[in-house]
């Protein structure tokens, strides 16, 4: 059974659309995140969500808008994408021990995004 | 400003070599948390190793290990006998007010 697990992997788009990533992780952490990859391979965060509640937002282009239904759930929905959104997205979640986020990430295995 | 700074962007060695990555960072705050995590060929990003700054002993994990060193805000990782398997960019870590800041990686190529 997969921890963090987000659908699709991989996604071709053209410029303009709209599209979403879900992400569900199993292991009952409270908190949960988005990071993006670039081409580059640098890894920023983009939004962290602790038990359903928006805790960082990155300076993120509000195109981006991310939506946690429960604290399992925390997707990712992107309009009018651009080209410059074409990266890998990683849902990842953590847990916090008395109020201390441990910082131990378990990601999920990314979602390509490939905008034309 | 938090940062981590990790200067090889690619190292290649023959397999049973020895090899470092190196980390340093830069933060203000007295207590911190540094990590590495592996991102293999696959793509996923898999955690190896949390240290926090009041524990400065040194970590062995089989062939991995990891000397950190407050004074030079080094974080270094060390593999010994290096395999082909352990091919992957390699990403240190700096847990800041809830963010993980990464440094640029590390592509290190195990060759047989």
């Known amino acids: 059974d997969t921890a963090v697990s987000q659908t699709p992997k991989y996604l071709v788009t053209q410029m303009g659309n709209d599209k979403s990533i879900k992400c569900e992780q199993n292991l009952g952490h409270d908190t949960m995140y988005w990071y993006k990859q670039d081409s580059k391979k640098f890894l920023k965060i983009m939004f962290s969500?602790?038990?359903?509640?928006?805790?960082i937002n990155e300076t993120v282009p509000n195109r981006f808008s991310p939506k946690s239904p429960d604290k399992a759930h925390l997707n990712l929905h992107i309009n009018s994408l651009e080209l410059g959104d074409s990266a890998v997205y990683f849902c990842?979640?953590?847990?916090?021990?008395?109020?201390?986020?441990?910082?131990?990430?378990?990601f999920g295995e990314g979602s390509r995004l490939t905008v034309l | 400003a938090q940062k981590v700074t990790q200067a090889q962007t690619e190292i290649s060695v023959v397999e049973k070599e020895d090899v470092t990555l190196d980390c340093v960072y830069e933060?203000?705050?007295?207590?911190?948390?540094l990590f590495w995590y592996k991102q293999p060929p696959s793509g996923e990003l898999v955690f190896l190793i949390r240290r926090n700054s009041f524990d400065e002993q040194n970590e062995i994990s089989g062939r991995y290990s990891w000397n950190f060193q407050k004074s030079t805000s080094s974080f270094n990782f060390t593999i010994t006998a290096s395999q082909v398997v352990d091919s992957a960019v390699y990403f240190c870590?700096?847990?800041?007010?809830?963010?993980?800041?990464f440094g640029q990686g590390t592509t290190l190529q195990v060759k047989p």
């Open positions: 969500y602790n038990n359903k509640e928006l805790i």
């Open positions: 870590a700096l847990l800041n007010t809830g963010k993980l800041i």
């Open positions: 933060t203000r705050d007295t207590t911190y948390y």
């Open positions: 990842a979640s953590s847990q916090w021990v008395m109020g201390i986020d441990t910082g131990e990430l378990f």
